[in-house]
Nanobody
Framework: QVQLVESGGGLVQAGGSLRLSCAASGRTFSSYVMGWFRQAPGKEREFVSAIRWSGGSTYYAASVKGRFTISRDNAKNTVYLQMNSLKPEDTAVYYC???????????????WGQGTQVTVSS
């Protein structure tokens, strides 16, 4: 089992920044990739970004590339999502997930956090 706890969400004005954190505990060695997904009201959950524990390769959705940065601290088993130049359309519940396989597919992820709300006002 892997437990994931997100933090760092909140309310911010358009153009502002937030940093999300995802602390992993438990059988973290079973995870090869950590991902961030988001779900806006009335919409399906979508891929945002992912990073591989080994090697640190990073991946981004086109909608956030250049504005969001994912990083990891292996010693702390923590993944971060730095979100800059936030837009109202970034408003969503953001979920951290752990798994392996194709990084942008939800089915690649075995464990999910509880989610953290990000609200961007215009």
């Amino acid at each position: 089992q892997v437990q994931l706890v997100e933090s760092g969400g909140g309310l911010v004005q358009a153009g502002g920044s937030l940093r999300l954190s995802c602390a992993a505990s438990g059988r973290t060695f079973s995870s090869y990739v950590m991902g961030w997904f988001r779900q806006a009201p009335g919409k399906e959950r979508e891929f945002v970004s992912a990073i591989r524990w080994s090697g640190g390769s990073t991946y981004y959705a086109a909608s956030v590339k250049g504005r969001f940065t994912i990083s990891r601290d292996n010693a702390k088993n923590t993944v971060y999502l730095q979100m800059n130049s936030l837009k109202p359309e970034d408003t969503a519940v953001y979920y951290c997930a752990s798994g392996s396989g194709i990084y942008y597919l939800e089915r690649s992820y075995y464990y999910w956090g509880q989610g953290t709300q990000v609200t961007v006002s215009s």
